[in-house]
């Protein structure tokens, strides 16, 4: 146990107790010797910690403990330095540097999101003051092992994101200002890897393979990978200058304008009469990306597209309303989803507008273990409505509703605020969407002996039914519905091989669809 100083009168405490008395109100036991002060580091804001608490209070699937919450970040900050412990005792939090009693504060309440969030950046203050390791710490370091310890007491969908790579992550959702390249970097020279259509640099001529020389006058080999991407991008409007070289040839000056830029979620492709569409996640141009290709498919093959392949495998999900939006594009009636929570803004009902892209075309979702969160919502709207036939492999099972919060610091809180639950009215959480046609069963190969199952009859939706009735609190029960078509490597030419056969066969499809249809779980 960290020992106690004996405690000493205030004309005796250094002058950095007594500073802390004067503005925090606390009770403090003095230092030993070897707690020796260091100089002031880089501050942390009280405004992170308390916009974060604060959400996470409002916000939260369940009501929250603060108690318990906020001693765990505060120890979190062992994670830094070893020799800083944080305790509570009755009714106070005492920091302890080097097993010597630094300071003693009076704790907030448990529901008191704000009193908490002061009480971290005044325990943090303190402990920098004795502890090297926490005063070379940047406030970014600070803020995510804190959060790191508060968001662990969540679920593991819940957490801190940093500056960095939340930048990073809003890039992907919803856009940049950028050109519209990606690059590569070949035996250290650095190549346009890919440009998107009707972007900046597609206008400028740029093609896949032009060697990038300079950015605005910078000679890209002296620049790091991650700092080649910063330096493309900037505000929509502002000006860069690229100097590039193709097939050897003399360089060139670019200049472009920076536009708005969202990564490209949809490539498709024609097989025979069959269209395939692959939707690597949801961002902000998903479901727009998706109408087009769509739209593409049936101009191109006219009148011989006989069905759809929708590829939702290994997508790991992305943002809920283009899930939405990318299922209301085939379903014309119903409920796409509903979600339920805590917070009354988090109860939300999603029905489909009368229309559907494909006109009623055939359609078929291949699904993995790795395909989660938005693409079970797609792919669990589309099975439930009888829109489409799902094949492949029981889903990741990632059946949550995480809102975003974006801090002063410009890092984002991640908080799970609500559960999906599917048209049948089960829950998606741990359950995943069960594929109508599995393939990944052992010593199955053949796509004819798959599909042999629904072919004969022996399907058993009403088993499956029953089973996702109960899984939500009967272990039994979620252990044998995930059983039923458990997740494992194998050929993925074979969910598409199965998908192509059902398409030829419009009787085998139909049964396949009259079998995904089963009563409702529970009315939402």
């Not at 010597?100 to 325990?123: N, S």
């Amino acid at each position: 146990m960290p020992r106690t100083l004996a405690r000493r009168s205030v004309h005796q405490l250094p002058a950095a107790a007594l500073l802390a008395i004067a503005t925090s109100g606390l009770a403090f036991a003095g230092p030993s010797r070897a707690l020796t002060a260091t100089p002031a580091p880089d501050p942390v804001s009280e405004q992170v910690f308390a916009v974060g608490f604060g959400k996470i209070a409002e916000v939260y699937l369940d009501p929250v403990d603060f108690d318990r919450l906020g001693m765990d970040g505060l120890k979190g900050l062992a994670g830094i330095d070893s020799a800083v412990t944080v305790e509570r005792a009755s009714t106070t939090v005492r920091l302890y540097v080097s097993g010597a009693l630094a300071a003693e504060y009076g704790i907030a309440g448990p529901t008191d999101a704000g009193g908490w969030a002061a009480l971290t950046t005044r325990v943090i203050d303190r402990a920098r003051l004795y502890s090297p390791a926490l005063a070379k710490a940047t406030p970014e370091r600070l803020y995510q092992v804190v959060f790191d310890g508060v968001t662990a007491d969540l679920d593991g969908y819940s957490r801190y994101t940093g500056v960095q790579r939340a930048t990073n992550e809003r890039a992907q959702r919803e856009g940049y200002g950028g050109i519209g390249i990606t690059l590569d970097i070949v035996n250290g020279r650095t190549l346009v890897h890919e440009v998107m259509p009707h972007s900046p640099a597609d206008r400028a001529g740029l093609a896949e393979g032009d060697q990038l020389l300079a950015i605005d006058g910078e000679l890209t080999g002296r620049v790091s990978n991650a700092d080649l991407r910063e330096r493309l991008r900037g505000p929509t409007g502002t000006l860069i200058t690229l100097t590039t070289a193709r097939d050897g040839g003399a360089p060139r000056k670019l200049l472009l304008r920076r536009e708005r830029v969202v990564p490209n979620t949809v490539t498709y492709s024609l097989s025979g009469d069959v269209g395939i569409v692959k939707l690597d996640r949801f961002n902000a141009t998903t479901a727009s990306g998706l109408r087009g290709a769509v739209v593409a498919m049936r101009q191109s093959a006219g009148t011989a597209l006989h069905g759809m392949v929708l590829d939702l495998r290994g997508n790991p999900g992305g943002l809920l309303d283009q899930a939405v939006a990318v299922a209301d594009l085939f379903i014309r009636r119903g409920r796409i989803i509903s979600t339920e929570g805590r917070n009354p803004e988090s109860r939300q009902r999603f029905d489909a507008n009368p229309d559907d892209v494909l006109e009623g075309l055939p359609l078929v979702v291949l699904v993995d273990g790795r395909s989660a969160s938005s693409a079970e919502v797609v792919a669990s709207a589309l099975q439930d409505s009888g829109r489409a036939v799902v094949v492949g492999a029981s889903s990741y099972g990632k059946g949550s509703v995480q809102t975003v919060t974006r801090l002063p610091n410009d890092g984002e809180l991640f908080l799970t605020w609500s559960r999906i639950y599917t048209p049948a009215g089960y829950t998606l959480h741990r359950q995943g969407v069960q594929p109508t046609v599995c393939t990944s069963r052992a010593g199955q190969t053949d796509p004819e002996a798959l599909l042999s199952d629904l072919r004969e009859g022996r399907l058993r939706p009403a088993q499956i039914a029953s089973w996702r009735s109960k899984a939500a609190d009967d272990e039994t029960a979620l252990n044998s519905l995930r059983e039923t078509c458990p997740w494992k490597e194998h050929e993925p030419e074979l969910d598409l091989k199965v998908a192509k056969r059902l398409l030829a066969e419009p009787g085998l499809y139909q049964r396949a669809v009259a079998m995904a249809v089963v009563n409702t779980v529970a009315e939402r």
